[in-house]
């Protein structure tokens, strides 16, 4: 079992830079492929970003080049540095897991999730 708790969502203007962070239970945060995903009002949820356990990134195309995806297993956290922030980039954005690797931007494969946290991109 892996409990994901996400914190650092909030509001910020055009081209402003928000961290995300993603802390996880448990022993075995190494083995595992860690992703962000969002879902704005009236959307399907969507893939932005995933770290593999052997710490390779994967992107979506609307945030390659402004967001970035990093973890510290020490600390069992997975963060998302947010730059040049769009207001299209506003959605709750949401932790997963899932153990190895099987595919970075598919939301079935992904079995634990988060919370949830609100990112407000103001223009």
């Known amino acids: 079992q892996v409990q994901l708790v996400e914190s650092g969502g909030g509001l910020v203007q055009a081209g402003g830079s928000l961290s995300l962070s993603c802390a996880a239970s448990g022993r075995t945060f190494s083995s595992y492929t860690m992703g962000w995903f969002r879902q704005a009002p009236g959307k399907e949820r969507e893939f932005v970003a995933a770290i593999s356990w052997s710490g390779r990134t994967y992107y979506a195309d609307s945030v390659k080049g402004r967001f970035t995806i990093s973890r510290d297993n020490a600390k069992n956290t997975v963060y998302l540095q947010m730059n040049s922030l769009k207001p299209e980039d506003t959605a709750v954005y949401y932790c997963?897991?899932?153990?190895?690797?099987?595919?970075?931007?598919?939301?079935?494969?992904?079995?634990?999730w988060g919370q949830g946290t609100q990112v407000t991109v103001s223009s």
């Open positions: 997963a897991a899932q153990l190895g690797y099987r595919d970075a931007a598919s939301e079935p494969e992904y079995r634990y």
